[in-house]
């Protein structure tokens, strides 16, 4: 998609869009026609999640004459109005901050529908008679990728709140020897070629990675739970500094001593009971570790239980993975996004 022609933009933003509408729906469901959740710093209100995606859309590309410039595009150049005379006040994140967002007097559901779709019928009207030139489209696939990333954190919502969604979860692994992989020389950083990156994800940094083993498969619950059997989240020296200040303060608000959404833990078995979407839901020992965050998962690999050296430098992980990926690993797969 970073190099999406016209056409191929077309469809994928109509995907993209059907998504977030069905998504919305399922939480209106199950939350009311409010869709309101309880305030919190790791969330954002549904109705003001959905209506940002229709207002980003709309800001850089209906409203913006110079969308043309693509990545040249002066981010203060003067905008068009709104089809929608409060979006900026509802939905710009720089007049609505977050802690601000709980209070704001957001339309209804089906309002922030309809500004979706009006949105998009819009967008994909002005694509259609765009050129199918890199800066041109540039803005097209930003919003699609911004779309995308607003799905994930919508899906994030309904499993925080426990609405149903109707997804498939994954199926258990087989286990398979270790990855021995080669020492290289990786580039860091997106080519500067024309197709669409974020600036943080351009420039070239050169990064000599050495031989390493990875495992061929995720973590399953399994080896996770021996992980717990055996302390680990009682073992400071385990722990990086600030993921041991998180999981201080996680223990003092939750009690955790396991991945976030964690029941009951089957030390004998390797399973757990988690919570998924709001139904308690048993997770064989085979089946890959979910809602495990950074610090978690670094503390496991510092563990006895992890097979794999560590890394000498956290920045040379997309080398490790694509590597491994070409070497026949596996990657553990939650709920799609799509």
């Known amino acids: 998609m ?27 469901e199950g939350l009311g026609e409010d869709v309101r959740v ?7 209100p549904p109705l003001w999640l959905a209506g940002h995606v229709a207002w980003l859309a709309e800001y850089w590309i209906a409203r913006n004459p110079q969308r043309g410039l693509g990545p040249r595009c002066p981010a203060d150049c003067v905008r068009l109005a709104s089809i929608e005379p409060q979006a900026d006040q509802w939905f710009d994140p720089r007049l609505a901050p977050h802690e601000e967002r709980w209070q704001l007097p957001l339309p209804d559901a089906n309002a922030v529908k309809a500004y979706l779709l009006d949105t998009l019928e819009t967008t994909l009207e002005l694509l259609e008679h765009t050129a199918d030139e890199d800066d041109a489209l540039y803005f097209y696939r930003m919003v699609l990728f911004h779309e995308d990333l607003r799905g994930e954190e919508l899906v994030t919502i309904a499993q925080t709140v426990g609405v149903p969604l109707g997804l498939a979860l994954p ?25 669409f990156a974020l600036d943080i994800e351009r420039g070239h940094e050169p990064v000599q990675v050495p031989e390493f083993e990875i495992d061929a498969q995720p973590v399953t619950w399994a080896q ?109 797969n939650g709920p799609p996004a799509r």
């Open 171 to 195: 199926t258990g692994v087989a286990a398979r020897p270790a990855l021995l992989m080669p020492a290289t020389r990786w580039t860091l950083g997106w080519s500067e070629d024309a197709s």
């Open 224 to 332: 996770f739970v021996e992980f717990i059997d055996d302390g680990g989240y009682d073992r400071e020296e385990l722990w990086h500094p600030r993921g041991w200040q998180w999981l201080q303060r996680e223990a003092q608000q939750e009690g955790r001593r396991g991945p976030r959404h964690v029941e009951q833990i089957g030390v004998a078995s390797g399973a757990v009971l988690q919570t998924m979407f709001g139904k308690a839901t048993r997770m064989g020992g085979t089946q890959v570790v979910m809602h495990a965050n950074w610090w978690e998962a670094d503390a496991w690999r510092a563990g006895p239980a992890a097979a794999s050296p560590p890394r000498p430098n956290g920045r040379s992980v997309p080398c490790r993975a694509r590597a491994a990926a070409s070497a026949g690993a596996t990657c553990g």
């Open 2 to 28: 970073r190099r999406a022609s016209r056409e191929q933009l077309s469809l994928a933003l109509m995907d993209a869009r059907n998504y977030t509408l069905q998504i919305l729906a399922r939480l209106e």
């Open 38 to 44: 309880p305030p919190s710093p790791d969330t954002v």
